[in-house]
Structures are given as C-alpha cells and as structure tokens.
C-alpha cells in the first residue's frame, strides 16, 4: 500500500495536483503498526505540499493529530479523525462535513454533526442528524492551520 501511495503521490507532484488522503486506521494509534507509521508520515513529509489534508476513522471519536516534519518538527498538516455513525464507545453517532477553499482545497471550517440517540431514547422513530458544532468556533481557532491547532494543543 505505501508503494503504491509513493507512486501516486510523484504522479500527482509531476502533473502539479493535489490529495485529499481518506483511510480507516490513522497513523499513530495504537492499531498502527510502528514501522508502518513511521514509513506513512515519511510520505506525509516528502508530499507536504501535494497532501492538503487528511480523514481517518476507526477510533469512533473525533480527535485531530499534527503531522509535522521528519527532520524539522514543524507542523505541515492536519489529520482529522472522524467518529462514527455507530454507538461504538457509547457516544452518538456523529460525521463530519468540511467547507474547503477552492483555490487550495485545504478546509476552511469542519463541521461535525450528531444523532443524538441518547437523548431520543423514547422516540427512535424520528431521530434527526444535528449540527453540533465548527471546529473553529467551538476551539476559538484563527483557522484550520497546522499551526492553529499546534496552539490550541
């Protein structure tokens, strides 16, 4: 799999595109293999500037993590982690929804919206996705940079 995300990413930096990166497991939790991991955010600092962004679920819980440079340390983009639209962990079911800037397709706000199950446990007949909350508003962010959320940390 990093072969092949090698190959696509020099593809992608050849033809001057840019990636969005979606996957289940996110680099760093304890389901992620070291070594793997290791080798991903190797990829992650050589393309910094083809990745904009990057989506993981698996956790079930909304996190964010900072990718930050092998050699540097410096913040060079943002992994956000999605929960999930099941009970898993006994939370609401929740998704995300990101307005992205179409210039730079790096996402301006993210907004995360509930089911709010618990709350409706007498009447799960008509339950309602809501908003819940933007990232920046609910964390008092500038904006969704790197190095916002290297601050708010």
Known sequence: MLSWLN??????????????LMAHHPPGSSDCLYQWAS???????RFQHV???????????EM?????GVQTGKPT???YWSGSVSTWFQVNPSFKMFEVDVATMLPVKSHTYILDV?????????????WD????EFYK?????PSSFVKMA
């Open 7 to 20: 190959e696509t990413l020099h593809g992608f930096e050849e033809r001057g595109e840019i990636a969005i």
């Open 39 to 45: 080798r991903f955010r190797a990829l992650l600092d």
């Open 51 to 61: 990745v904009r962004w990057s989506v993981y679920g698996h956790i079930h819980l």
């Open 64 to 68: 964010y993590g900072v990718a930050k």
């Open 77 to 79: 983009g943002v992994h």
């Open 118 to 130: 618990e709350g409706n446990r007498f009447n799960q007949t008509n339950l309602k996705w809501k």
């Open 133 to 136: 909350h933007e990232v920046t």
């Open 141 to 145: 962010m500038k904006d969704l940079s």
